[in-house]
């Protein structure tokens, strides 16, 4: 499986980005689809996850304010984030898993300027 993100970049507080992510190669089967962050100093952290026709999860750091959704026609995945706050900087990776293999992208930067 292959994953690649797009759509980070420097915007300032109170603004929004689009995260894309493009999902190819062996997806038969994916267990479902997310986002995680990494900021500087600070373990990666799961910022919005979604099992395939299942539940939603958010970190409540973003909860009312990011939107995760797929589009399975497309294997895309979507991170929409709204009302960024400068903690919110970090490099921002797709994920996606089946069962117990998982499968990572190559980040996107996200910097929020205050």
């Known amino acids: 499986v292959q994953l690649q993100a797009s759509g980070g970049g420097l915007v300032q507080a109170g603004g929004s980005l689009r995260l894309s992510c493009a999902a190819s190669?062996?997806?038969?089967?994916?267990?479902?689809m997310g986002w995680y962050r990494q900021a500087p100093g600070k373990e990666r952290e799961l910022v919005a996850r979604?099992?395939?026709?299942?539940?939603?999860t958010y970190a409540d750091s973003v909860k009312g304010r990011f939107t995760i959704s797929i589009d399975t026609a497309n294997n895309m995945v979507y991170l929409q984030m709204n009302s960024l706050k400068p903690e919110d900087t970090a490099v921002y990776y797709c994920?996606?898993?089946?069962?117990?293999?998982?499968?990572w992208g190559r980040g996107t930067q996200v910097t929020v300027s205050s």
């Open positions: 994920y996606t898993w089946r069962g117990v293999d998982g499968y």
């Open positions: 190669g062996n997806i038969f089967s994916i267990s479902g």
């Open positions: 979604k099992i395939s026709g299942g539940t939603t």
